[in-house]
């Protein structure tokens, strides 16, 4: 089946450094992306709409300056925390919608620690 | 979307079927139910949807009421792999589009 790939699986990072996280579709191609963080124990929240070629669309209270989205080409994504604190910690974890069938894959997560 | 609830969490038996209720009690007739899971620190797996019929795949079963407004998902035979949390999720557009997770119900398979 489509694989939607996500690099690193984890890092970590000093606070005040910025961490980019890719968010791959490896056998289709997605018009759009989503991005969401889950907290320990917590559901995932949806961060935000990545839509290719086009600005990035931020849920309510996510802060666009913080999480910088790039959708460049038609296989990836990628979400970049700006000056990372502790509280950024978190899993990242992305989905894909395929352009040709419609069906909707997630990655695998990316952990963030910032110490 | 419409919203959903689930019982915060479940065990089953090893073996036995595992029934996973989920209440939609505003959902509009348009509007798909999905089931998703996730084991722990992987993202979210795809289970199965349905509009309005039954459905059942290679995983489990979903049985749909008549009036919509609840759900149920069975798997028939749980193992201790499909220990997880599995979230019922109500979404207008059948495909890929952003999906909202509630809290979800933490399902544990016992030997």
């Not at chain 1, 669309?57 to 300056?65: A, F, L, P, S």
């Not at chain 1, 604190?85 to 992305?94: K, N, V």
């Amino acid at each position: 089946g489509a694989v939607v790939s996500q690099h690193p699986s984890w890092v970590i990072c000093k606070s005040g450094t910025s961490v980019k996280i890719e968010c791959r579709s490896l056998d289709f191609q997605a018009t759009t992306m989503f991005w969401y963080r889950q907290f320990p124990k917590q559901s995932l929240m949806l961060m935000a709409t990545s839509n290719e070629g086009s600005k990035a669309t931020y849920e309510q209270g996510v802060e666009k300056d913080k999480f910088l989205i790039n959708h460049a080409s038609l296989t990836l994504s990628t979400l970049t925390v700006t000056s990372a604190h502790p509280e950024d910690s978190s899993f990242y974890i992305c989905s894909a919608g395929d352009r040709g069938t419609g069906e909707l894959f997630f990655g695998e997560g990316s952990r963030l620690t910032v110490l | 979307d419409a919203k959903t609830t689930q019982p915060t969490s479940m065990d089953c038996a090893e073996g036995r079927a595992a029934n996973l209720p989920c209440n939609h009690s505003t959902i509009s007739g348009n509007e798909y139910v999905y089931w998703y899971r996730q084991i722990h620190s992987q993202g979210p797996q795809y289970i199965i949807h349905g509009l309005k019929n039954n459905e059942t795949n290679e995983m489990a079963s979903l049985i749909i009421t008549e009036d919509r407004k609840s759900s149920t998902l069975i798997l028939p035979h749980a193992t201790l792999r499909d220990t997880a949390v599995y979230y019922c999720i109500v979404s207008l557009i059948q495909g890929a589009q952003k999906l909202v997770f509630g809290q979800g119900t933490r399902l544990t398979i016992n030997p």
